[in-house]
């Protein structure tokens, strides 16, 4: 049997890589496996059905020495690491790999893949990293062949799901009357508040829908307002849903913690449901969509990532329909609002059609349970042990402890120049390897300029006759700031040249600031208002109009090289983010009409 120190999210969270923790690590240690495990977000040292969880800071830097002092101790046969590439990319560093080379430790590289290069790839740095384990393992197919293009050949160990607890309720109504929903249809989106899951983007596909308020719940199980990323997501989602007015939306938990929920009491939650949506712009497996799957709920994603996975034919991946690049190069792909919107209404126009995808979704979960992924896990390790030499042990703390500085544990930068400017991310990540995010809520176009506007906070430039109506933003997107500016207090041009980049977005819906708009567009930043240059924004009111840009970052981005363009600047750009062929400058697309 294997010795294996696991680190990953803490097992107590019952959602993301806590939960497959857990689940994988529990099992295990029940087929004969002893197991420690290193939780992040964790400050003190606690036991898990049995098993002992150390604290593990997320600091590349403390989280190296905490993994050499505790492989020191716990003398494991193999490291498995459950995290994302670029999070994790400080054990590819020559010294930490040196030590656990010579202490006979494997490690084992547990990854996700939500998204890839246009070639269809990954990043080369996360190539090199991944090329540095011992055993690269990933949680589906795409990430299989994402990582083949880069040369890596990695096993497919898919996560799983408690198909007896997640399971379709004997009476759907009785489900539904436990939380006050009978004779409702019922949407459930168990997601957290984080910028990739694109909750705004939801609750436009739900105003989509031509179903009575009575007739409707839309149970969105996640934080009112967000937690991480704080330097790119600033969003309360209670603000929101008061905005847009959606009174049949519930189930936003004023505590940050939404994990609280017992597994019991979350499996009840999708029993009540019809359908499940996510509109994420990537995932790496997709767990909501499989335990949606199990508990007969059918499942509609965005027809992107692994998704389209675990939705198959039993669900829909809806088409995406504009997209965009992060601060990697890769390609982030979001839902048609219109098309998730009619996929909505017809499961709750044609009961036989959600019936029959209930059942499908129902069958194609059952191969997907803990005991089946625990099975791969167990036979890989078994494998894998029996080839791997006999490792000696007399003098392993010693080489463990005297192996190289702290300071060797972060990945150097592969780039051209140096990152010592820079400033650490608060988790003390290099910004060189795990950069500040470029999508961003608000939206920030100004963040691909100059990253040190990460650290201020949001201004909107509003004319004053309507800047009023714009401070519920200051609401919606928590920490920013509507500044008013009338004509006669306008700053000068060569000032305006020097500020405008600062402005998170301009609005002047009349035109009564002269130049605004085509400083905006030669300089990238967001613009709403009256001009000749930058496209128009459909919406029923300024307000929505303004949330619309600020929520949606593709379709700020297209408008802002379209705008460059018809500004007539010298320097030509490529686009980074498209629409689909038929959108003419008038963007007559869902994409930029939401409502």
């Known amino acids: 049997m294997a010795r294996i120190l696991w680190m990953s999210d803490t097992p107590r969270r019952v959602s993301g890589f806590g939960l497959v923790t857990g689940e994988v690590c529990k099992r295990l240690a029940g087929l004969g496996h002893e197991i420690l495990i290193l939780g992040w977000w964790s400050c003190e040292a606690t036991t898990y059905l049995g098993l002992d969880v150390k604290p593990c800071p997320v600091s590349p830097r403390a989280a190296a020495s905490a993994i050499m002092r505790y492989a020191a101790e716990f003398r494991p046969h193999y490291l498995v690491t459950l995290g994302d590439i670029p999070w994790l990319s400080y054990m590819a560093a020559d010294d930490v790999r040196k030590v656990l080379s010579r202490s006979g430790i494997r490690w084992c590289f547990y990854y996700p893949v939500d998204g890839t290069l246009p070639d269809g790839s990954l990043p080369r740095d ?72 694109l909750i705004p983007r939801a609750l436009d596909i739900i105003r989509r829908l031509q179903v009575p308020g009575s007739r409707l719940v839309y149970h969105l199980h996640t934080a009112a307002e967000a937690q991480e990323d704080a330097e790119s997501y600033r969003y309360d989602v ?119 995808r209930s059942a499908a979704a129902r069958r194609f979960a059952l191969s997907f349970s803990w005991d089946n992924a625990v099975a791969q896990w167990d036979t890989l390790l078994r494998g894998d042990e029996q080839k791997r030499p006999r490792r000696r042990l007399s003098d392993y703390g010693k080489r463990a402890q005297s192996s190289g500085s702290s300071s060797a544990y972060f990945l150097p930068p592969s780039g051209p120049g140096s990152s010592k400017a820079l400033t650490p ?75 405008i980049a600062r402005f998170t977005l301009v609005v002047d819906p009349h035109g009564r600031l002269p130049r605004l708009d085509r400083v905006c567009a030669l300089r990238g930043v967001n613009f709403l208002g009256k001009s000749p240059l930058w496209p128009p924004v459909a919406s029923r009111t300024l307000l929505r109009r303004a949330r619309l840009l600020l929520t949606d970052y593709a379709l700020s981005e297209h408008r802002a090289s379209v705008a460059k363009q018809r500004a007539g600047d010298a320097i030509e750009a490529p686009a980074t983010a498209y629409l689909r062929s038929d959108v003419s400058d008038g963007i007559r697309s869902s994409h930029a009409h939401p409502e």
């Open 126 to 197: 996360w190539a090199r990293v991944l090329s540095k384990a011992d055993l690269a393992v990933t949680m589906s197919e795409f990430g299989v062949a994402a990582s083949a293009l880069c040369g890596i050949n990695a096993t497919l160990i898919p996560h799983g799901c408690d198909t007896e607890l997640f399971r379709p309720p004997h009476n759907k109504e009785d489900s539904k009357r436990r939380f006050g929903y009978e004779g409702r249809f019922v949407v459930l989106s168990d997601v957290r508040n984080h910028r990739r899951k």
């Open 238 to 356: 209670r603000a929101d849903i008061e905005l847009l007015g959606l009174s049949f939306a519930t189930g936003v938990q004023q505590s940050a913690d939404v994990a609280a929920l017992s597994m019991c009491d979350l499996a009840r939650l999708y029993s009540a449901a019809d359908v499940h949506l996510l509109t994420s712009f990537g995932e790496g497996f997709g767990l909501p969509t499989l335990q949606a799957a199990s508990s007969g709920v059918v499942p509609i994603a965005a027809a992107n990532s692994a998704s389209t996975e675990l939705v198959g034919s039993h669900g829909f991946a809806v088409p995406c329909d504009s997209w965009t690049t992060d601060e990697f190069g890769i390609v982030r792909k979001f839902i048609d609002r219109r098309q998730a919107a009619s996929v909505l209404q017809v499961l709750y126009d044609d009961p036989e059609l959600l019936n029959a």
């Open 425 to 499: 991310r608060p988790t003390g990540h290099d910004p060189s390897i795990l950069p500040i995010p470029r999508i961003s809520v608000p939206t920030r176009l100004e963040l691909r300029q100059d990253d040190t506007f990460a650290a201020a906070n949001p201004i909107i430039l509003a004319e004053a006759s309507c800047a009023r109506q714009l401070r519920t933003l200051e609401r919606l997107f928590p920490g920013s700031i509507v500044i008013a500016v009338a004509r006669p207090n306008l700053p000068t041009h060569q000032d305006l040249q020097k500020f």
